[in-house]
Structures are given as C-alpha cells and as structure tokens.
C-alpha cells in the first residue's frame, strides 16, 4: 500500500497533522506500507515522529520525474494521498485510491472529479484504527466517478476536433467501450 503523506510545514496546527499521521500509521500496521514524501524534511520528520513503525527503506522521495514514481506505483494494491497528485498518481495508474483533502484546492479537485475521499472533519473527529474502517467511511459513488470520467473525454474529444487535432486512441478507447 502507497501512504502520500501531508505536508508538515503547511500545517500550522502540529496537533491536526500528527493525528493525520497517526491514522495513516495505524492503518499500515497490518499491512505492507510505502510511504511517499514530497520533499526530503518530509521524510526526516516522518521519521522522527513514528520512530520505530517505519522502515526507511519503505519510505520514499522521487526527484526524477513522474515516470520513476508511476513505475513505483505499479508495485502497490492500495493509496491512500493526502495529497491530490498522490491520489491521482495511483487512479492513473489502475490502482484503487483514496484522498484525504487537507485544504479547500484539494476538495474542490475531488469533488469536480467525483473521487473517492475521506474528509478531514472525519479524520479529526473518529478514531480510525483499520484500513477497512477508512474505507467503510469514504465518500465514494463509482458509477458518478466512470459517468464524469466518460463526460470529461468526451468534451476533451470535442475540444481537440473543433482545432483540426485527434484524440489518442487510448482515450478513444474508453469513451467507446
């Protein structure tokens, strides 16, 4: 399972951020977890608070591009993101994911995209102690998820014929299954 982790420094509330951390270390303990850092101090802090839960060898920073990290993820079964390109990085790539939205940008993300997420209120508020407790209480609709997917290709299709260009024939797939 990949764990997209927050970022610290954005978090002004040490306490909110370290239950968030909390909740995704308690969910690894019965499984195998990989965790995904935007920046080195990440890592570091990480670390520093789960002392022993985390191995460093499973905890990881991709400074060569996008094609290194998407390789990575292939090896995993499950995310769950704090981050929206964490969470993206898994569905783009066939594996199932859940966000959980640490500011208004990442909600309004989801919520245009109908993806699967478990609201910071819920994070702060229940004591989550498994990962299928967190699934239990994600937000998630998979036909209006496939059914908005479906209407964004179709728009993008017709953009891109209005200006002489075609759609990838992968996509074209998709919208004609």
């Known amino acids: 399972m990949g764990i997209g982790l927050p970022n610290f420094l954005k978090h002004d509330d040490n306490m909110k951020y370290t239950k968030l951390v909390d909740l995704l270390l308690a969910i690894c303990e019965n499984h195998d977890c990989h ?18 839960k985390v191995d460093v060898k499973n905890v990881h920073h991709f400074t060569e591009g996008v094609e290194t990290w998407f390789q990575f ?5 499950f995310v769950v993101s704090t981050r929206i390109h964490g969470g993206m990085a898994g569905i ?8 959980i939205p640490t ?13 699967p997420y478990l609201s910071f209120e819920d994070v702060m508020a229940k004591n989550f102690e498994s990962l299928q407790a967190v699934m239990g209480a994600t937000k998630k609709d998979f036909i209006d998820f496939e059914q908005n997917r479906l209407n964004r ?6 953009m891109l014929e209005s200006v002489g ?3 990838d024939p992968l996509l074209l797939d998709i919208i004609n299954k």
């Open 73 to 77: 993820m292939h090896q995993l079964d």
């Open 92 to 99: 783009v790539n066939g594996i199932p994911s859940i966000i």
């Open 165 to 167: 260009l075609k759609m």
């Open 35 to 52: 965790f995904i850092v935007q920046a080195p101090f990440d890592k570091n802090l990480l670390l520093k608070h789960a002392g022993d």
């Open 103 to 115: 500011d208004l940008r990442i909600l309004e993300l989801i919520n245009a995209m109908k993806l």
């Open 153 to 158: 290709l179709r728009e993008y299709k017709s």
